[in-house]
């Protein structure tokens, strides 16, 4: 099956540790996106990497990082100095945009608490 | 920014009744896509519209796109209580390279069976 998955589904942790947020594709997509949704809101970007080895940020990146190594990976670490890091983390994948943007396929979303 | 912003924020109608959902943006785009979010998962693809098309359907949906209003509008025809859910439209911009979506907030649907 192909598809993107992220792990885990609920997540907790202590104010001031760092978390890393795992999301794996099989779909063989170039580019590779993370959001933040919040109660009642729509979806904000936070980094986003279009091509291994390569990724900007978005609107939201401070507290955030992230690294592109492989292909099918772009893990997301959500640092102690985000300040409301509680949220619905959502991770996607689309075929590279050039010129044109393109169907975005999501993972079904990390959400994270901390205390 | 793009951000396109969604109308209204919520709908409540009952089985059988259409839904109509509107979307408004701020800059040219080269398409705008439909995604639908059930409660606490990911969002799924609906549909996408390019610039230069007008209306385009898919089963049950219908969404029309008027570039010259920078609006579109997303028509859920015989709705079913399975159609609960919200739903956001997602534009990119024409007129930047950074190949990246924007979403609005979305119009939370409830259909009541």
């Known amino acids: 099956d192909g598809g993107i998955t992220q792990s885990p589904k609920y997540l907790f942790r202590k104010e001031g540790q760092n978390v890393t947020l795992s999301c794996e594709q099989n779909l063989n997509h170039d580019a590779m996106y993370w959001y933040r949704q919040d109660p009642g809101q729509g979806l904000r970007l936070i980094y986003y990497s279009q091509i291994v080895n390569d990724f900007q940020k978005g609107d939201i990146a401070e507290g955030y990082s992230v690294s592109r190594e492989k292909k099918e990976s772009f893990p997301l670490t959500v640092t102690s100095a985000q300040k409301n890091p509680t949220a619905f983390y959502l991770c996607?994948?689309?075929?590279?945009?050039?010129?044109?943007?393109?169907?975005?396929?999501f993972g079904p979303g990390t959400r994270l608490t901390v205390t | 920014s793009q951000q396109g912003e969604e109308d209204p924020q919520a709908l409540s109608i009952q089985e059988g009744e259409n839904a109509t959902m509107n979307c408004s943006y701020k800059t040219s785009i080269n398409n705008l896509q439909w995604y639908r979010q059930n409660s606490g998962r990911g969002l799924v693809h609906l549909i996408l519209?390019?610039?230069?098309?007008r209306e385009k359907h898919s089963g049950r949906l219908r969404v029309t796109l008027d570039t010259s209003k920078k609006s579109s509008s997303l028509l859920i025809t015989a709705s079913r209580a399975a159609d609960t859910a919200s739903y956001f439209c997602a534009t990119d911009d024409r007129g930047s390279t950074l190949g990246r979506l924007y979403f609005g907030r979305g119009t939370q649907l409830t259909v009541w069976p």
């Open positions: 519209i390019r610039s230069n098309e």
């Open positions: 996607a994948s689309s075929i590279r945009p050039l010129g044109q943007t393109y169907e975005q396929y």
